[in-house]
């Protein structure tokens, strides 16, 4: 075998390796990813993991979404002291004025 001919080979081995081993660590987080959020799903987030996660979800609106529903079901169960919702309000800039 010519040694161009076997640089080329190694080179191009190389560059699958690589590219092998990328492709498992993206599908290593994405699955860590998953588990993460069935884990959260499964526990609930806190009143402040909430709101901390909205302010840097800035953007994402599909996240901020999630989030928001989230705070609603919190509110919902916790009928008496600080509502979750009203603070994510007051992120975005929405005031209702008393009448």
Do not use: C, K
């Given at each position: 075998?010519?040694?161009?001919?076997?640089?080329?080979?190694?080179?191009f081995?190389?560059?699958?390796a690589?590219?092998?081993?990328?492709?498992?660590?993206?599908?290593?987080?994405l699955?860590?990813?998953?588990?993460?959020?069935?884990?959260?799903?499964a526990?609930?987030?806190?009143?402040?993991?909430?709101?901390?996660?909205?302010v840097?979800?800035?953007?994402d609106h599909?996240?901020?979404?999630?989030?928001?529903?989230?705070?609603v079901?919190?509110?919902?169960?916790?009928?008496?002291?600080?509502?979750?919702?009203?603070?994510?309000?007051?992120?975005?800039?929405?005031?209702?004025?008393?009448?």
């Open positions: 075998m010519s040694p161009f001919v076997s640089t080329v080979t190694d080179l081995s190389g560059d699958l690589t590219v092998s081993a990328e492709i498992h660590n993206l599908r290593a987080a699955l860590t990813s998953d588990v993460e959020v069935t884990w959260e799903e526990e609930g987030l806190s009143p402040g993991e909430i709101v901390t996660r909205y840097a979800a800035r953007g599909g996240t901020r979404h999630w989030l928001r529903g989230l705070a079901e919190h509110d919902a169960a916790q009928p008496f002291g600080p509502r979750v919702v009203d603070e994510l309000d007051g992120i975005d800039g929405v005031h209702d004025l008393a009448a």
